[in-house]
């Protein structure tokens, strides 16, 4: 069970209602009525808890496990420990992410603002938001139902944000439109000056950064993230777009719908990506290139031009990922009988 200091947890649910919550087909023999009262790995679990199954590198934790239930794919039911019910899904993994959201749901603090929060007078809040200690709301801001502003936030004038966003503690907003349920962690950057001047001998001259940021609905922005505002086309986080910790989003980038950004991923300015994109870890993307929809890049690339729809792509520079294989491949070879 998680530490009940810092996660308040929900149920007990029956494997009835689990299986309605996730979607779920329950396995023969189990008793639609039994109890259960959290979630737990495979290896730590207990008879009153509910795990779960995607990956066969887990097949002998699966055998082991002590959990009393188990969300898997309906080919490892017959692998199943003697007494585990199942819950069978195509996806285990989403499924049991439904069910541990209905054990630990999201906790909202009670509406209210902190008597140390400044918030200008020309800001318009929506009803039931919550504001903690320090924050800091500028002129003109709009802002939608249920929200939630972490300490010391800094929410910059004129800035909307949606119904049922959360800014982190210690987040900045400035020259930018959020739309709703937009998660924004602790420590992110959004809506600064991008990373543009004119050079010549007498040194570096700023350009204004005349743009905005445009974040759609359901977009979740890690710690320490930074998103620059546009130069003079905005910069456009796409809706349902997940990004990681770490990431820097430059000016112009125009980002699809639900594409996945991880952790230290850079994006230079004007860049486009289409929707459902995914970029591994620390992958470095070039200025003005275009990266098409379902792409998707492996960790550590560097891609320095226009990647294809539905390709995935490898290596500094990136190239087709089968490529990069065989790159890796042969230079293996060529070190080896070097050593010899």
Same mark, same amino acid.
């Given at each position: #069970?998680?530490?009940?200091?810092?996660?308040?947890?929900?149920?007990?649910? %029956?494997?009835?209602?689990?299986?309605?919550?996730?979607?779920?087909?329950?396995?023969? +023999? &189990?008793?639609?009525?039994?109890?259960?009262?959290?979630?737990?790995?495979?290896?730590?679990?207990?008879?009153?808890?509910?795990?779960?199954?995607?990956?066969?590198?887990?097949?002998?934790?699966?055998?082991?496990?002590?959990?009393?239930?188990?969300?898997?794919?309906?080919?490892?039911?017959?692998? &199943?420990?003697?007494?585990? $019910?199942?819950? #069978?899904?195509?996806?285990?993994?989403? @499924?049991? =992410?439904?069910?541990?959201?209905?054990?630990?749901?999201?906790?909202?603090?009670?509406?209210?603002?902190?008597?140390?929060?400044?918030?200008?007078? %020309? @800001?318009?809040?929506? /009803?039931?938001?919550?504001?903690?200690?320090?924050?800091?709301?500028?002129?003109? *801001?709009? #802002?939608? !139902?249920?929200?939630?502003?972490?300490?010391?936030?800094?929410?910059?004038?004129?800035?909307?944000?949606?119904?049922?966003? *959360?800014?982190?503690?210690?987040?900045?907003?400035?020259?930018?439109? *959020?739309?709703?349920? *937009?998660?924004?962690?602790?420590?992110?950057?959004?809506?600064?000056?991008?990373?543009?001047? =004119?050079?010549?001998?007498?040194?570096?001259?700023?350009?204004?950064?005349?743009?905005?940021?445009?974040?759609?609905?359901?977009? /979740?922005?890690?710690?320490?993230? %930074?998103?620059?505002?546009? &130069?003079?086309?905005?910069?456009?986080?796409? =809706?349902?777009? #997940?990004?990681?910790?770490?990431?820097?989003?430059?000016?112009?980038?125009?980002?699809? !719908?639900?594409?996945?950004?991880?952790?230290?991923?850079?994006?230079?300015?004007?860049?486009?990506?289409?929707?459902?994109?995914?970029? +591994?870890?620390?992958?470095?993307?070039?200025?003005?290139?275009?990266?098409? !929809?379902? $792409?998707?890049? @492996?960790?550590?690339?560097?891609?320095?031009?226009?990647?294809?729809?539905?390709?995935?792509?490898?290596?500094?520079? =990136?190239?087709?990922?089968?490529?990069?294989?065989?790159?890796?491949? %042969?230079?293996?070879?060529?070190?080896?009988?070097?050593?010899?």
């Amino acid at each position: #069970m998680a530490d009940p200091r810092f996660f308040k947890v929900g149920g007990p649910f %029956t494997l009835a209602r689990l299986a309605e919550i996730s979607g779920s087909l329950i396995g023969e +023999g &189990a008793d639609p009525d039994a109890f259960f009262n959290s979630v737990a790995p495979l290896d730590e679990a207990g008879p009153e808890d509910v795990s779960f199954l995607d990956n066969k590198r887990y097949a002998e934790a699966f055998a082991k496990s002590r959990a009393g239930a188990c969300v898997v794919e309906a080919e490892w039911a017959s692998k &199943a420990p003697n007494g585990m $019910a199942l819950l #069978m899904s195509e996806n285990p993994y989403l @499924a049991f =992410a439904r069910v541990a959201q209905a054990f630990y749901p999201d906790e909202r603090p009670e509406p209210g603002i902190a008597t140390t929060a400044v918030i200008d007078p %020309t @800001a318009r809040l929506g /009803e039931d938001c919550w504001v903690d200690a320090g924050a800091v709301i500028g002129g003109n *801001v709009e #802002m939608g !139902k249920r929200c939630r502003i972490g300490a010391n936030a800094v929410i910059g004038d004129a800035v909307v944000l949606g119904d049922d966003c *959360v800014v982190g503690s210690s987040a900045s907003l400035s020259h930018c439109i *959020v739309g709703c349920r *937009v998660v924004i962690y602790p420590g992110a950057r959004v809506g600064q000056d991008g990373f543009g001047f =004119a050079t010549d001998a007498s040194g570096h001259t700023k350009v204004p950064q005349l743009g905005r940021v445009i974040i759609h609905d359901d977009v /979740e922005i890690g710690a320490n993230t %930074t998103i620059d505002r546009g &130069a003079g086309p905005d910069t456009v986080i796409g =809706a349902g777009c #997940m990004i990681d910790n770490l990431v820097q989003i430059g000016h112009n980038v125009q980002l699809g !719908k639900g594409c996945v950004i991880v952790a230290q991923v850079g994006i230079s300015g004007s860049t486009r990506i289409g929707d459902n994109v995914m970029i +591994g870890g620390q992958g470095g993307i070039s200025g003005h290139v275009d990266i098409g !929809k379902g $792409a998707q890049i @492996a960790a550590k690339s560097g891609v320095r031009s226009n990647i294809p729809a539905g390709t995935q792509y490898g290596g500094i520079p =990136a190239v087709p990922i089968r490529d990069w294989h065989r790159q890796v491949v %042969t230079l293996a070879g060529l070190s080896k009988r070097k050593g010899k």
